[in-house]
């Protein structure tokens, strides 16, 4: 998206003008760089010991690597249990019964305006006393994300199919398909491919909810990466910094593939 | 119920810090968030690129990651103090970490609102003599703003309920003090969960209703 109508194509004073700003704007920039630069030095963040163990293969092999696959595994997971309830309830909500539509719109609800750790907490230390065990962090973290995430996508899936023609389902039911099947092999399959970027960018939300899992004790990226390498090294900086850098390496092809997908329709 | 009822002064204040983070931080952000949406939109490529290298990075980045490269990086780490006092401290650093992380998805709203706006405005405005700067104070932000009121309800209400991550830097508001209560009145999960659980349900069904109808009483008529 360009914004050029919100200005002329500058002349030769206007080039001149904004080559002077730019510069001006760049020694801002340069002058921050170097307050951030002057207060790390001050504390000896740039020091080799800091950086150098996040090269090392042992730090990756030990801390990095099983808290990626730790939050890649609780993501994957949530994803697709996230999945499913939000088709689950998209399509109850969706239902023309009563008795089916306000149960499930109620939970959607709930879920949606009640914060991810208040869940996630619910999950962890109410586990005991609700079913007599006590669940693993890694449970009460997916448990959290499918209910949260799975009620934002509901709400989206069911944005889709109300974005439908009102025609294909009336041609649907036309031919003689049932209530289910048209909601199945009709509805559905266009609400995913319309709402596909949609359904996505949430994926990239709930992949960055999973860091909360640290707060109960699983071994995540941020937990491992941050606490882990942090306590070795006394590197919180560098390695707050490397652990930003493979989150958003990440998100970013999400993104890219968001995009892909919706250009692809 | 008892649980509830015996410790509702401390629930209460628990709250209440949850409602200063986010009044606090949506201004905050509000304020940051233009600056940024400005900046992305201006003349200027370094301008430009600086401020969409922030957003990238902002929203890319768990807030949890965020919360504790502020509390451990910036306050521990760097050694900034913002007051004397501990809580008072970890309260300012919480408001900064989530202001850096909310004012880029306002800013992202915003920038979409200004994409809403004709053409034809910035021109009518450019050929009455208005600079950049006044086109966009006086003639598309004002108009970006009414287009998106109900995308920013949205992240006021996401900025409520992110709130609770605080408890990372080591503010103690709603969730740090369900947590406590559920190890003291272990008996009484279900009625403790339900009860913070209204409580965010009462701070964020109003805002979504109010912004809803400011929406609809805001938009542009085209």
Known sequence: MSYANLYETPGPRGIRRNRLLAGGVALVLLALAYVVYVRFDAKDQWTAEKWTPLLRGDVWATFILPGLAGTLGAAVAGVILAGLFGLVFATGRLSEHRWIRVPAAAVVEFFRSVPLLLLIFFAFFGSYVL???NISAFAAVVFGLTLYNGSVIAEIIRAGVQSLPRGQAEAAYAIGMRKGQVMRL???PQAFRAMMPAIVSQF???????ALGLIV???ELVDRGLNGIAANFSNVIPAAILIAAIFILINLSLDRLAHRLGAAR | MEALLTERDTILAAFWMTIRLTAVSA???LVLGTLLAAMRVAPLASLRAAA???VTVARNTPLTL???????GVGA???VELSDDIATNNYWLAVIGLTAYTSAFVCEALRSGLNTVPVGQAEAARSLGLGFVQTLRLITLPQAFRAVVAPLGSILIALTKNTTIALVVGVSEASVRMREMIETYGDQVIEIFLGFAAGFVLLCLPMGLLFGWLSRRMAVAR
């Open chain 1, 186 to 188: 009709i509805l559905l």
């Open chain 2, 27 to 29: 201004l905050g952000s």
């Open chain 2, 52 to 54: 969409n290298c922030y």
């Open chain 1, 131 to 133: 079913i007599g065990v």
């Open chain 1, 217 to 219: 004790g699983y071994d």
């Open chain 1, 204 to 210: 990239v939300v709930l992949l960055k909810d999973s």
């Open chain 2, 66 to 72: 965020v919360l504790l490269f502020t509390g451990l």
């Open chain 2, 77 to 79: 780490n760097l050694g």
